[in-house]
Nanobody, 123 residues
């Protein structure tokens, strides 16, 4: 059974850092793209970053470029999101997601999702 499990969220002051992890298991396909999305209360789910199976293709939302870094370790079936210089606007539930083939920015393209981990950035 497919499972994606996020961890690493928490409360941090503006300017601080957090590292999110996502452990994946049971994916019915290989060459999976892994993505990170976030959703604040009352707002639409928003693309954050995505990485291809080999790590050769990486994409970031403009709002996080230069501050966040996505990486993966296929031997551990894990994907990470290093978040630096956090801002209050980064506050959201962060979700790990998986899809077949290449990265995209649309949440509708991702078919497997974790339960999310809360990130709260105080001013």
């Amino acid at each position: 059974q497919v499972q994606l499990a996020e961890s690493g969220g928490g409360l941090v002051q503006a300017g601080g850092s957090l590292r999110l992890s996502c452990a994946a298991s049971g994916l019915p396909f290989n060459s999976a793209t892994m993505g990170w999305f976030r959703q604040a209360p009352g707002k639409e789910r928003e693309f954050v970053a995505a990485i291809s199976w080999t790590g050769g293709t990486i994409d970031y939302a403009d709002s996080v470029k230069g501050r966040f870094t996505i990486a993966r370790d296929n031997a551990k079936n894990a994907v990470y999101l290093q978040m630096n210089s956090l801002k209050p606007d980064d506050t959201a539930v962060y979700y790990c997601a998986a899809r077949r083939l290449m990265p995209t920015r649309s949440s509708r393209d991702y078919v497997y999702w974790g339960q999310g981990t809360q990130v709260t950035v105080s001013s």
